[in-house]
């Protein structure tokens, strides 16, 4: 289960929990296993106003958000859970976006990185530092729709070996 630090928006049409607890192990303890589905999107920023804006826009597919407040807390989250596309404001409680940035690329399977700033420099920056790409406000709606999806589906070609539709629930 999530701790109590990360919030999720789960819109999926069979949502499954980013972390499971395996069956106890013969020294009696729980081990974590890596969860079979990914976030859509983690969202790391303090304002929560862009995580009810990107629900709004990705609610139809059906797409789940995560949201961690702070550097730290998105780093923390993508060490233990997996993540597909990681939506970061440029400047954070913690660090700004290049901090996110390296936190992020030590994950084995490291989201996509989208940046939000306000400087057209940015594009080049996080692009040079790895990111997918970077949107500059005032935002537009079809550019912003146009990124992440673009990044979760890039991601899921590296990753998930697919990539075409909606997010697809294991199992189902």
């Known amino acids: 289960m999530l701790a109590s630090k990360f919030s999720v928006t789960s819109m999926a049409a069979c949502p499954q ?17 890596q969860p079979s589905r990914a976030v859509d999107i983690l ?32 780093a923390a989250f993508v060490r233990d859970n997996r993540a ?26 490291a ?8 400087d057209q420099s940015l ?6 530092l790895g990111g997918f790409d970077a949107l500059v406000r005032p935002l537009r709606e079809s550019d912003v729709v146009w990124t992440i999806a673009s990044a979760w589906h890039a991601w899921m070609k590296r990753f998930e070996g697919g990539g075409s539709g ?7």
């Not at 607890?21 to 020294?27: I, K, S």
């Not at 597919?61 to 550097?71: E, F, K, L, M, V």
């Not at 909606?166 to 189902?172: E, K, L, M, V």
């Open 17 to 33: 929990p980013p972390n499971e607890l395996a069956p106890e192990r013969r020294d009696g303890r729980a081990h974590r296993r």
């Open 43 to 74: 969202t790391i920023s303090d304002n929560p106003i862009l995580s009810v804006y990107l629900s709004g826009l990705f609610q139809e597919p059906g797409w789940t958000i995560a949201r961690a407040r702070t550097c730290a807390a998105g």
């Open 84 to 109: 597909a596309v990681a939506v970061c404001e440029e400047a954070l409680p913690d660090g700004f976006w290049y901090d996110a940035a390296v936190a992020l690329s030590s994950v084995r399977e």
């Open 111 to 118: 989201p996509a990185l989208v940046v939000i700033g306000d």
């Open 123 to 128: 594009v080049r920056e996080v692009l040079a």
């Open 166 to 172: 909606a997010p697809r629930c294991s199992g189902a």
